[in-house]
């Protein structure tokens, strides 16, 4: 008995050791499996993952007031929904190849005109941005457009700054084209119709400084490096049926968010399932979890809660005290001003969201000249929008080397003069 006692409180730490070193090489094995997946991640997705760390964090201590954070949690979940569900069907409509054949019509219908091709290229991406997002154009068309100029052979950077910076300054007319237009609108209680007819003439003032911008620095015949280019055959889509599926959803998508009374995500929603289930049918391998655009819906809330932290802090202060209070002319471009510098220093989202606090709840016009500034000023710096970040990325994958200091350079003409001139337009407007 004293023998077989002895065996077992020998054998029991041995066998205790044992299972502890399983499941540590258990757990190794777990971590070592998901590896390739953690250093496949994006730099964006570890700054998605701290900004959302950080305001937990704040939550957690004390530093966010509860109230805060549950005031900005719902207004921000209808606009997630929003978010997750327009690039769903963005990137499905992509699949579907509906802007290979835009591309592919539009270098066609210019039939080796350069102007006319400028023309044409402005359209789509204004277009593009207007009614589904400047995210999508900087994801979906940049890539596009450069698979045209390698296509046609014609010089790629003047296509990829058409993308870049109208992915910016097209991005005032609607809610559904910026994030920051549908923080606007809720805030000034406009319709998509409302907010067009106030924004008609501040966009229209900022498409006409980025097309002057556009051939000036781009497009000329100095600088695009040809007088003509080879129009491409005709794009042909592999299904013809996926193809008008989401041509007429992405269509009918734009005219429920337009006309009828909608809250914007279930528009998005139910065009996106309309596409969703399109696939499921016609090409079921396309669907994925990559669809889903996970960077952003972490990143915006995080973003959210860090600058509800710092508002509280003291940067509304600063803000209020930069933005002033005066409603009138000169509150306006005060406004817009701030908005678009600090926009380059920061991001354009936190610069709104912080300076949408800071501006008086009456001052309708003065908030809107913020969103002129926020929307057309961030070109300049590559962090000061999450569509300049994107576009970055894109031409960066595609093999585009982008020349830092002469983009900087011209895009800082473009930011100061696109926002004076939209900023006037909103006066004269208003």
């Not at 959302?52 to 530093?63: E, I, P, V």
Request: net charge positive; proline share 6%; hydrophobic share 55%.
């Amino acid at each position: 008995m004293e023998q077989a006692y002895g065996r077992s409180a020998v054998s029991d730490p041995g066998s205790v050791g044992h299972s502890t070193n399983h499941r540590s090489y258990a757990t190794l094995t777990t971590v070592l499996a998901y590896w390739p997946t953690v250093k496949r991640l994006h730099p964006l997705d570890w700054v998605a993952a701290l900004l959302l760390a950080c305001g937990l964090l704040f939550l957690a201590t004390g530093l966010l007031p509860t109230a805060s954070a549950e005031a900005a949690v719902s207004r921000i979940a209808p606009l997630l929904a929003f978010l997750g569900t327009v690039i769903v069907l963005a990137e499905l409509t992509s699949a579907a190849e509906v802007f290979d054949v835009l591309a592919a019509g539009v270098a066609r219908t210019a039939r080796g005109s350069y102007p006319a091709l400028f023309l044409l290229c402005v359209a789509l991406a204004s277009v593009t941005t207007i009614t589904l997002n400047l995210d999508t154009t900087a994801v979906l068309l940049t890539p596009v457009m450069l698979a045209l100029a390698s296509r046609v052979g014609i010089a790629p950077l003047p296509l990829a700054m058409t993308t870049v910076w109208l992915a910016n300054t097209a991005s005032l007319l609607l809610p559904v084209s910026n994030l920051t237009n549908l923080l606007a609108a809720e805030r000034v209680a406009l319709s998509p119709a409302g907010l067009a007819r106030v924004m008609w003439a501040p966009q229209l003032a900022a498409g006409l400084v980025t097309m002057a911008c556009l051939w000036g620095f781009y497009w000329r015949r100095g600088r695009r490096g040809a007088v003509d280019y080879r129009p491409p055959p005709a794009h042909r889509p592999a299904d013809r049926v996926l193809f008008r599926i989401c041509a007429l959803t992405c269509a009918g998508f734009l005219l429920a968010s337009l006309l009828a009374d909608l809250p914007l995500w279930v528009a998005s929603g139910a065009a996106a399932l309309v596409a969703v289930v399109a696939f499921a049918v016609r090409r079921p391998e396309a669907l994925r979890t990559s669809l889903v655009p996970w960077r952003l819906l972490v990143m915006v809330p995080g973003m959210f809660l860090v600058v509800q932290t710092v508002d509280a802090h003291g940067l509304h202060r600063v803000l209020a005290a930069a933005i002033g209070t005066d409603g009138g002319v000169l509150g306006m471009f005060r406004a817009s001003a701030v908005g678009g510098g600090l926009s380059n220093l920061l991001n354009n989202l936190p610069v709104y969201l912080a300076g949408e606090a800071a501006v008086p709840a009456a001052n309708h016009q003065q908030l809107l000249a913020l969103l002129i500034g926020t929307n057309i000023g961030p070109l300049v710096t590559p962090w000061a929008s999450l569509a300049t970040l994107l576009w970055y990325e894109r031409c960066r994958s595609a093999g585009l080397r982008v020349p830092l200091r002469s983009v900087a350079a011209t895009s800082a003409v473009l930011a100061v003069g696109g926002v004076a001139l939209a900023t006037a337009a909103l006066v004269l407007t208003a």
